[in-house]
Each structure stands twice: as structure tokens, then as C-alpha cells.
């Protein structure tokens, strides 16, 4: 099971960084993504990793101010987030998925792992 944590209480133009451990000895042959869900909204793409960490994805929101990695001797990926916004509020939840074109990388039904989300609220 994948566990995510680093959520927290921010103000705007404030940072966190999230993480995800995945257990197991094939973390490296995941992409690993990154999916967020606001209260009354629908789950949302934020960040994607390939296997290696070369190709990296993000949606258009959060260019610029977010950054995935992965370390995949720890078996973990992070998301650090920067210059946070009131509407970066939501749950966030960390994903893994084996194979998919990457056009479907922000696709949250192509993912077939997922971790209990971790909260982060922004405050104006």
C-alpha cells in the first residue's frame, strides 16, 4: 500500500512537501503520479513521474510552483510544492500505475494503486 504523508496548514505563498512510500522491490518500474480532490469536486491530476524520474508531467495549474521526484533506493516520491494558493486546498492522494501510453498519464482510472490522501488547506 502506498503511504503519503506531509500534509498541513499553510498560508498562501507558503510550501510543503508531500511524500509517498511505496513498499515493495519493484517501485522502480512505476510511474507515479500525484491526484488531488477538493471538497464537491472531482479527483484531479496535479504530477506524474516516469521510472526513472527523466520524463516528468504536470497539469497546467500548478506549472512552475510544484516539482515531483522520486528516489527510488528509498522507494519514495515527493511532491514539493511552493507559492501554495487558497484553491491548492483538497486532498492529495499519491498513485502507481505499471504500463499506459503517456497520454493517459493524467488519467486517475489508469492508475491501479493508490494511498490514503493527506490534507492540505491553505489559508488566505
Known amino acids: 500500500q502506498l503511504q503519503a504523508s506531509g500534509g498541513g496548514l499553510v498560508q498562501a505563498g507558503g510550501s510543503l512537501r508531500l511524500s509517498c512510500v511505496a513498499p515493495g522491490r519493484t517501485f522502480s518500474s512505476y510511474y507515479m503520479g500525484w491526484f488531488r480532490q477538493a471538497p464537491g469536486k472531482e479527483r484531479e491530476f496535479v504530477a506524474a513521474?516516469?521510472?526513472?524520474?527523466?520524463?516528468?508531467y504536470y497539469a497546467d495549474s500548478v506549472k512552475g510552483r510544484f516539482t515531483i521526484s522520486r528516489d527510488n533506493a528509498k522507494n519514495t516520491v515527493y511532491l514539493q510544492m511552493n507559492s501554495l494558493k487558497p484553491e491548492d486546498t483538497a486532498d492529495y492522494y499519491c498513485?502507481?500505475?505499471?504500463?499506459?501510453?503517456?497520454?493517459?498519464?493524467?488519467?486517475?482510472?489508469?492508475?491501479?494503486?493508490w494511498g490514503q490522501g493527506t490534507q492540505v488547506t491553505v489559508s488566505s
Open positions: 498513485a502507481a500505475r505499471r504500463l499506459g501510453s503517456p497520454s493517459t498519464v493524467p488519467s486517475p482510472s489508469t492508475y491501479a494503486y
Open positions: 513521474i516516469g521510472w526513472s524520474g527523466g520524463s516528468t
